[in-house]
Structure formats: C-alpha cells, structure tokens
C-alpha cells in the first residue's frame, strides 16, 4: 500500500513537473494553428497586398533596364489580362444583379432604399466637393505656379475636346434611354461639334459651331442601369408568369459570382504588372512631383480626410458600429481599385467581399453597388473640384461665389455621368471649366499627374459606395427587427385579450355554462339508459 501511494505522489509530481512543458506545447500549437487558420481565411487579402509591394519592387527594379514601349506593353501583358477579364463581367454582372435586386424587394421597399441611396450619394458627393473646394482656398496649390506649362515639363499639348455644359447635361439624360439595348453595351452616345461656314450679306465670313450626335466606344452603364431597374419591377409586377424569367436571372448572377470568385485569385499577379509597368512607364517624376507637388498633395490629402474620417463617420452616425471593421473586410476590392484606377473594373471584387467578408443582403449589395459604381464618385468629385481651384489660381483668376456655387453644382451633377474607368473624370473638368468660364488649355497638366491622383480617386469612389451599402443594409435588417418586435406584441396582446373576454364576457361564460351542463348531464343520461 505505502509503495503504491509513492508511486501514485510520484506520478502526481511527474505529471506537476511536465504540466507546464505540455500546457506551453499546446498554446505554441494552438497558436500555429491560429496563424495557419487566419492565413487561410485572409489568403486573398495577404496575397493582394503582397502583389502591390512585389509590383513596386519590379518596377523600379526593371526602371533602371531602360525598356523599349514595346518591352514595357509585354510587360504590362498580365496585367491588362486581369483588366480584360474584370470588364468581361462587367455587363452580366450589372444586368443581372440589378434585375434580380430589384425583383426580390416590393415596390416600398425598392422605393425606400432608392430614395435613401439616392440622399446618401448626392450628400456625400456634395461634401466632398465642399471639401476640395476648402481644401483649395487653404493650401492653395496653384499659387506661384503660373510659370507651369506642358512644354516645359515635357508633357503633350493636346487637351480634350471640351463640351457645352448644356450639351453634357443633354447627354446624360440621352444615355438613360439608349436607342438599342445591344449598343449600349459597348458605345455611348456623346456630342461632337462641326463648324459650318457661313457668309452674311454683309461680306464677312462667320464660323459657326453646331453639335452633332456620334457614338464613342465605351460601355452605356447608365442606360443599363436604368432598363435593368425597370425590368426588375416589371417582372415582380407579373407575379407568377415572371417567376421563370427572375429565377434565370438569379441564376445567372450566382454563375457570374462564381466566375469572380476564381478570376479573384489571378488578381495578385495582375495588379503586380499593373503596377510594375505604371512605374517603368513614369519618365521624371520628379520633376512632376516638384512643380506640381503641392497640387497632388492637396487632391490626395482631400481623399484621405473624405475617406478616412468623413465617411467612417457618417457610417458610425448611421450605425453606431465600427467603420474601420467594416472597410478591413474590403481590403482587396479597395487594392484592386488602387491598381486598376476603374470602380466599374472594382465591381465584381467588392459585391464578393461586402458579402462574404461583411454579411451584406445580397439584395442590398446587389441592388445598391452597381447603381452606386454609376452615380457616386465621392474620390472624383473631389479631384474636379480640386483641379477647377487649380487652374483658377494658375491664371490667377479670384472665384467669386457665384463661380464656387457653380463649381460645386456642376461637379455634383457631372460626377454622375462620369465614366468608371482610368481618366473618367478628366473630360469632366472640362464642363466645371466651361460653366465658370476658365480656359481649357491646361488640362494637360492634370493629365500629367492624373495616374497619380486617380489611383487615390477610384479607391475613395468604392468606399463610399460600400459603406453606403452597409448603411443601407443596417436599416434594413433594422426596420425587420421592428416589424418582428410589432408582430409579436400584437400576439402577445392578442393572447391576452382572449383570456380576458373569456373571463368577464357574459355570452363566453353563458356557453362555457351551457357546455358544463351538457357534459354534467351526459353521464346521467348515460346511467338512465343503462
């Protein structure tokens, strides 16, 4: 006995010596496990941000080779790849997501969420414009810079060929109804001006300057939008006989998801030439940076103060949740935007994240991010409204506020119409320019940094767009907790007014009386017949 009670205090000791050893085994395996697991989970995020890094480090170890324009195209090869197979699913995507959005919701629905989306994009785009604007009076980056012009850095003198403001604002309502639905997808409908000779009877010879309508390759997202919203509606008008037509456009969006969950894995390599061949193309960014560096800090420091504190702060107003949480889960749509420089090309990446990764309604994401990659475009406006500043202060032109209201109204309404692709925004300055009557003539230094700037634009645009899908998506779930709290009162309630009429109405207490004789005397009568 006494030698088996050693034993049991020898193991008891041995187990008290090894206990710590085995307890820290485990926490190294738990934590590896841990860190194997999380890799797992952010495989796609870890990947993404390694390819920006690794496309830095190649391009500016690549610079130094001097490549030919034909060297830099094979090396960019990769990266238009992953552009091409982005902007493939662009229009199934767009088409089918809307239809289905719009069928799933009723008409109160669709119209509520409509109008809070539509007061969010407006509200926000107008601060941002507001806030480029300040931003402009307070760093003033086009203060000493009259010296700058394009020749001297080297830069191309062509500028785009500006509009009337009329004429673009008649464009836009134009490409809401487009003509035929098959065009839309790769043309959009667009103003052009011929000048037509004229003599007077007095002799003198007069130029006159007449708008004629063409169509520019581009895709007509606008038209699409529209016509798939409209469909969507009518189908749930159908009721029964669109149930077929719905379910296919269901399941073509579930299929179109499934094709961007596997294009999302070639998106490190792509975004690594992207980025890579953007920096061997660059020829003296130095020289740009220090003459227009004061311009591109205050474009980048407008998004950063509109992205980062103005936006996270509407969301947590509207939520009270954490808005750095949310974004976190979208670290790879928002470094897709970095490199591409194109919301529309960010689309399909970021209705996959807000999903999966932010437990977003499908029917919200899919209803509000296609709408809000059209029409909000936060990052641009800011840019626009940035340049417009720029340029007055470059020909040393005071704005009145007269000119300021009109900035910030046109910038607004133009950045609706502006394309979701690499240099959208820059035909768009164009209009500010023309409505508060500044020459067009240095575009060209905007274009000279707009790779630059747009990166930061584009990344602003899908931001405000995702968080105001979460915005969208807490009203939501809130407003069917109310309706959930409501009925279950209401049954509550009507429980107890049950039990109450039962014991204080007389016709309930005649019946239950009437009942209790019958069953009282049913066993007599019962007796009786025995």
Same mark, same amino acid.
């Given at each position: 006995?006494?030698?088996?009670?050693?034993?049991?205090?020898?193991?008891?000791?041995?187990?008290?010596?090894?206990?710590?050893?085995?307890?820290?085994?485990?926490?190294?395996?738990?934590?590896?496990?841990?860190?194997?697991?999380?890799?797992?989970?952010?495989?796609?995020?870890?990947?993404?941000?390694?390819?920006?890094?690794?496309?830095?480090?190649?391009?500016?170890?690549?610079?130094?080779?001097?490549?030919?324009?034909?060297?830099?195209?094979?090396?960019?090869?990769?990266?238009?790849?992953?552009?091409?197979?982005?902007?493939?699913?662009?229009?199934?995507?767009?088409?089918?997501?809307? $239809?289905?959005?719009?069928?799933?919701?009723?008409?109160?629905?669709?119209?509520?969420?409509?109008?809070?989306?539509?007061?969010?994009?407006?509200?926000?785009?107008?601060?941002? %414009?507001?806030?480029?604007?300040?931003?402009?009076?307070?760093?003033?980056?086009?203060?000493?810079?009259?010296?700058?012009?394009?020749?001297?850095?080297?830069?191309?003198?062509?500028?785009?060929?500006?509009?009337?403001?009329?004429? %673009?604002?008649?464009?836009? $309502?134009?490409?809401?109804?487009?003509?035929?639905?098959?065009?839309?997808?790769?043309?959009?409908?667009?103003?052009?001006?011929?000048?037509?000779?004229?003599?007077?009877?007095?002799?003198?010879?007069?130029?006159?300057?007449?708008?004629?309508?063409?169509?520019?390759?581009?895709?007509?997202?606008?038209?699409?939008?529209?016509?798939?919203?409209?469909?969507?509606?009518?189908?749930?008008?159908?009721?029964?006989?669109?149930?077929?037509?719905?379910?296919?456009?269901? @399941?073509?969006?579930?299929?179109?998801?499934?094709? $961007? %969950?596997?294009?999302?894995?070639?998106?490190?390599?792509?975004? *690594?030439?992207?980025?890579?061949?953007?920096?061997?193309? *660059?020829?003296?960014?130095?020289?740009?940076?220090?003459?227009?560096?004061?311009?591109?800090?205050?474009s980048i420091l407008g998004h950063f103060i509109h992205g980062g504190i103005?936006?996270?702060?509407?969301?947590?107003?509207?939520?009270?949740?954490?808005?750095?949480?949310?974004?976190?889960?979208?670290?790879t749509p928002l470094a897709t935007a970095f490199a591409t420089c194109s @919301?529309?090309?960010?689309?399909?990446? *970021?209705?996959?994240?807000?999903?999966?990764?932010?437990?977003?309604?499908?029917?919200?994401?899919?209803?509000?991010?296609?709408?809000?990659?059209?029409?909000?475009?936060?990052?641009?406006?800011?840019?626009?409204?940035?340049?417009?500043?720029?340029?007055?202060?470059?020909?040393?032109?005071?704005?009145?506020?007269?000119?300021?209201?009109?900035?910030?109204?046109?910038?607004?309404?133009?950045?609706?119409?502006?394309?979701?692709?690499?240099?959208?925004?820059?035909?768009?300055?164009?209009?500010?320019?023309?409505?508060?009557?500044?020459?067009?003539?240095?575009?060209?230094?905007?274009?000279? $940094?707009?790779?630059?700037?747009?990166?930061?634009?584009?990344?602003?645009?899908?931001?405000?767009?995702?968080?105001?899908?979460?915005?969208?998506?807490?009203?939501?779930?809130?407003?069917?907790?109310?309706?959930?709290?409501?009925?279950?009162?209401?049954?509550?309630?009507?429980?107890?007014?049950?039990?109450?009429?039962?014991?204080?109405?007389?016709?309930?207490?005649?019946?239950?009386?009437?009942?209790?004789?019958? @069953?009282?005397?049913?066993?007599? @009568?019962?007796?009786?017949?025995?």
């Amino acid at each position: 006995m006494e030698a088996a009670d050693e034993e049991k205090a020898g193991n008891g000791r041995n187990g008290r010596a090894g206990g710590p050893a085995a307890a820290e085994q485990r926490g190294g395996g738990g934590r590896l496990r841990g860190c194997w697991g999380f890799l797992r989970r952010n495989a796609l995020v870890v990947l993404t941000v390694s390819g920006v890094v690794a496309g830095v480090a190649l391009g500016a170890a690549v610079r130094g080779a001097a490549l030919s324009p034909a060297q830099v195209a094979y090396l960019a090869f990769p990266g238009e790849l992953l552009l091409r197979m982005l902007r493939m699913v662009i229009l199934p995507l767009v088409v089918c997501s809307l $239809v289905s959005g719009a069928a799933s919701l009723d008409t109160r629905s669709l119209g509520r969420l409509g109008g809070i989306a539509l007061g969010y994009f407006l509200g926000t785009t107008l601060l941002a %414009s507001g806030l480029a604007v300040a931003l402009g009076f307070i760093v003033r980056p086009g203060a000493g810079a009259s010296a700058l012009n394009a020749p001297g850095l080297g830069l191309p003198g062509g500028v785009p060929t500006s509009k009337e403001t009329v004429d %673009s604002f008649l464009d836009l $309502v134009r490409n809401l109804f487009p003509g035929n639905l098959v065009a839309a997808a790769f043309r959009t409908y667009a103003t052009e001006y011929k000048m037509l000779l004229r003599n007077t009877t007095s002799g003198n010879v007069t130029w006159e300057k007449i708008p004629v309508g063409t169509e520019i390759e581009g895709m007509n997202i606008l038209g699409l939008v529209l016509f798939a919203l409209v469909l969507g509606v009518a189908l749930k008008k159908l009721g029964q006989e669109g149930e077929d037509l719905i379910r296919f456009f269901n @399941s073509f969006n579930e299929a179109t998801m499934v094709l $961007v %969950s596997w294009i999302m894995w070639y998106v490190p390599i792509g975004i *690594m030439f992207l980025v890579g061949s953007k920096i061997v193309e *660059m020829e003296d960014i130095v020289l740009l940076v220090t003459s227009l560096g004061k311009y591109i800090f205050a474009s980048i420091l407008g998004h950063f103060i509109h992205g980062g504190i103005i936006l996270p702060l509407i969301y947590f107003a509207s939520t009270r949740q954490n808005p750095y949480r949310f974004l976190l889960g979208l670290i790879t749509p928002l470094a897709t935007a970095f490199a591409t420089c194109s @919301s529309s090309a960010t689309l399909p990446s *970021m209705i996959k994240c807000i999903e999966e990764n932010n437990g977003v309604d499908k029917r919200i994401s899919r209803f509000i991010l296609p709408i809000g990659a059209t029409v909000n475009m936060d990052g641009a406006a800011i840019f626009q409204c940035m340049a417009a500043v720029f340029i007055a202060q470059l020909n040393n032109v005071d704005l009145n506020p007269g000119q300021i209201f009109t900035i910030l109204v046109t910038a607004t309404a133009s950045s609706v119409g502006a394309a979701g692709v690499p240099a959208g925004g820059v035909l768009t300055i164009a209009i500010i320019l023309e409505a508060i009557g500044l020459p067009t003539n240095d575009l060209s230094l905007i274009l000279a $940094v707009d790779w630059i700037v747009d990166r930061t634009t584009t990344v602003v645009n899908v931001e405000g767009d995702a968080l105001g899908a979460g915005i969208l998506n807490y009203l939501n779930e809130k407003e069917k907790k109310d309706k959930e709290q409501e009925l279950k009162e209401v049954k509550v309630e009507a429980v107890a007014n049950s039990k109450s009429e039962g014991e204080t109405s007389p016709l309930v207490t005649h019946k239950n009386q009437v009942s209790n004789t019958t @069953s009282t005397a049913d066993p007599e @009568s019962k007796e009786s017949v025995l």
